[in-house]
């Protein structure tokens, strides 16, 4: 859906429309509904606090929330005005829930009350499940489909129309930034306190998706915001990350660090800093993960993320790294381009990653198509245990063995199937329009057919309807484990070596040639894919993306390398088996 103009209208505009267009939560303690939010309120009287006292900096006051079956929710207030405290909270089940209060109010303090919340057809919190993937409360999968928002530079009636269209395409998650330095008008003064205006207009908009039951995907910061003083300064940080969690962690969100951090010095320190509280003041945990250019999966050794989110247009990136890593996966798909859209959603899905699609991919009607057949396709598998499938040629797979399997040919021709000696019911799907060609029943151990036509991209799925009818009678969310691999980091049993660089030492200034050579060659080396790190280790800003594939060149250095600097070169591979090696190698790096 295309909506002209819309990034056309200033945003101080917008905040003179605040008023007219402000959305109220709920009380908590009336009409309280399961998995939307609500809020309790608390008035401040004169000589409730001393003047001494800031109410963003200091901390005041926190609600314990005790659901029917004893889980409890630590949340933290914030102001809006200097006359009312709110605390914002999503139930997560019906029933009697109970509150009691802490805070620096003696008239408040261990204040207990009761509420009641009634059902809804809404789901609740996402979190990990099965290693790789997603479920809501009650261990029901969740498909995770994201779409990007400019949360501000969208007019507010406007912005609620395309949410509902995104409700229409499948979308389940809206992605966006919650402080956006770029915005005309600043998230926090000269004081570095909060604009009120600001996020009072940012909240119309997250309030507005999550009443229409969609996550939100909040990206903390932008890379204006990420380099200022506000962020600079880590005394500042606690207080600012309190705010933020007072005001969005009691929504159903996902945390995404900051925009690009590989862009930013500094960035893995203030995200280690950042992810400390919001362990501390998130009440409900959500996932955490930080944006990216490449990936974030360097960061992984700091032991705060439980997702990763990959954005490189190769799909090299996210084959490899899926055989390396443990966590989910999400790519930003942001080609707008409608074939290059396409082979880019679905190599991402094939490497057993989930999308989040950028806004301006979204601004073209082919895409949206496209998204569209993407979840009618994906939503009828069992997704939520698919993992990548090796017994293919002519396409990328991914499969739950003897269950079902879902093919995607990038490049029309024949594709062959290795599978278990089962009946089959195999469906071609054009993934531009979405139209179904069934083919009959299949039974056998070899699948091997032409697509269709030479056209276009194809999808190929092959389940087995009759097992799966037959699991959908029973509770099995893990039918199966999911496949953990040892990577192979034996010299002597890897079947690649580095060719390049050659000798010991790198230019920082100058483009660096690198290749393998393959060294073993037989029908498993038939097709690898290699992903090239560099990491300066005395930088401590941890390992950056130089490459991928079997050759190429690697950017300067220059942005890495400090005087006398030693890099670690690290390449990681996977062959047509899936099976994973790594090969390191350290070089020192000159000016």
């Not at 979190?127 to 993937?133: P, Q, T």
């Not at 409360?137 to 995104?166: M, N, Q, V, Y």
């Not at 660090?257 to 950042?274: C, N, P, Q, W």
């Amino acid at each position: 859906m295309r909506l002209p103009g819309l990034l056309a209208a200033a945003f101080t505009v917008l905040l003179t429309d605040v008023a007219a267009y402000s959305l109220t939560l709920t009380s908590c303690s009336e009409n309280a509904r399961a998995f939307l939010p609500c809020e309790l309120s608390f008035k401040l009287q004169a000589n409730d606090l001393p003047k001494t006292i800031s109410l963003y900096r200091d901390e005041i006051l926190s609600v314990e929330f005790r659901s029917p079956k004893a889980t409890t929710y630590l949340m933290h207030e914030f102001a809006d005005d200097p006359g009312t405290l709110r605390v914002r909270f999503t139930p997560t089940e019906p029933g009697a829930w109970t509150y009691k209060v802490s805070t620096t109010i003696s008239r408040l303090d261990n204040q207990e009350g009761t509420f009641t919340v009634a059902d809804s057809s809404y789901t609740g919190p996402v979190g990990v499940a099965n290693l790789r993937h997603w479920w809501t409360t009650g261990k029901k999968p969740h498909l995770w489909l994201a779409a990007e928002a400019p949360f501000l530079k969208i007019e507010p009636a406007a912005f609620e129309s395309w949410l509902d269209a995104r409700k229409h395409d499948g979308f389940t998650h809206i992605r966006g930034i919650i402080m956006a330095g770029t915005a005309s008008v600043k998230p926090f003064n000269s004081k570095g306190e909060p604009n009120v205006a600001y996020f009072t207009a940012l909240d119309d908009r997250l309030l507005a998706a999550s009443n229409r039951g969609f996550t939100l995907d909040l990206i903390l910061a932008d890379t204006g915001v990420t380099r200022s003083v506000l962020l600079a300064q880590r005394e500042r940080l606690d207080p600012l990350v309190r705010y933020l969690m007072a005001r969005y962690a009691g929504l159903n969100v996902t945390w995404q660090g900051v925009e690009k951090f590989e862009d930013t010095r500094g960035s893995r320190s203030l995200l280690r800093d950042v992810a400390l509280f919001l362990k501390k003041y998130d009440g409900f945990q959500h996932p955490r993960s930080t944006d990216a250019r490449d990936s974030s999966s360097p960061l992984l050794p700091d032991n705060w993320m439980n997702y990763l989110i990959e954005a490189s247009p190769s799909p090299q990136l996210g084959a490899v790294e899926h055989q390396f890593t443990e966590q989910p996966e999400i790519h930003i798909v942001s080609s707008t381009d409608p074939d290059t859209f396409r082979h880019e959603l679905w190599n991402a899905t094939t490497n057993g990653e989930y999308p989040s699609v950028s806004y301006a991919s979204l601004q073209n009607d082919a895409n949206v198509k496209a998204v569209q057949t993407w979840f009618h396709v994906v939503s009828e598998t069992r997704h939520w245990e698919l993992e990548p499938y090796f017994g293919v040629t002519g396409a990328r797979a991914v499969g739950l063995d003897e269950v079902e399997y879902l093919n995607y040919a990038e490049k029309p021709g024949i594709i062959e199937i290795t599978l278990p000696r089962h009946k089959y019911n195999p469906v071609w799907v054009n993934p531009a329009t979405g139209e179904e060609i069934p083919l009959k029943d299949y039974r056998g151990e070899i699948f091997s057919r032409a697509t269709p036509d030479n056209a276009h991209d194809w999808i190929l799925t092959v389940p087995r309807d009759g097992e799966k009818e037959n699991l959908a009678k029973y509770y099995y969310f893990e039918s199966q484990d999911p496949p953990v691999q040892e990577v192979e980091v034996d010299p002597a049993q890897t079947p690649f070596d580095i060719q390049q660089p050659e000798g010991d030492s790198l230019y920082a200034k100058a483009p660096t040639a690198y290749r393998v050579k393959l060294t073993r060659a037989n029908r498993a080396t038939r097709s690898m894919q290699y992903v090239w790190w560099g990491e300066v280790v005395a930088s401590g800003e941890g390992a950056r993306l130089l490459g991928v594939g079997s050759s190429g060149t690697f950017p300067p250095l220059t942005n890495m390398a400090t005087d006398s600097a030693n890099l670690n070169l690290r390449v990681e591979a996977i062959n047509a088996n899936g099976k994973a090696y790594e090969i390191d190698k350290v070089f020192e790096v000159k000016q």
